[in-house]
């Protein structure tokens, strides 16, 4: 598949983690790098329930997407 590499920082913005990770690799089509980003929020929605949002930005003509995923503890 070629070269890649994935850079990671990570801040706080209030009481939320996020996480932003950028990948790069050569593309399919003619070898060149892209970037695409991927960023994680992370949150305690209240003191048993954790919400992790992850957005992934559009690669090669695509949408960027978001999914929200609440973990509860039981």
Do not use: C, H, N
Request: proline share 7%; hydrophobic share 30%.
């Amino acid at each position: 598949r070629g070269m890649e590499s994935d850079t990671s920082t990570t801040a706080w913005d209030g009481a939320k983690f996020v996480i932003t990770t950028k990948k790069t690799f050569p593309s399919p089509a003619d070898g060149k790098p892209i970037t695409s980003e991927t960023k994680r929020t992370l949150w305690l929605e209240a003191p048993t329930s954790l919400v992790v949002e992850t957005t992934r930005s559009g690669v090669l003509g695509g949408q960027p997407t978001t999914v929200k995923v609440t973990y509860r503890k039981l």
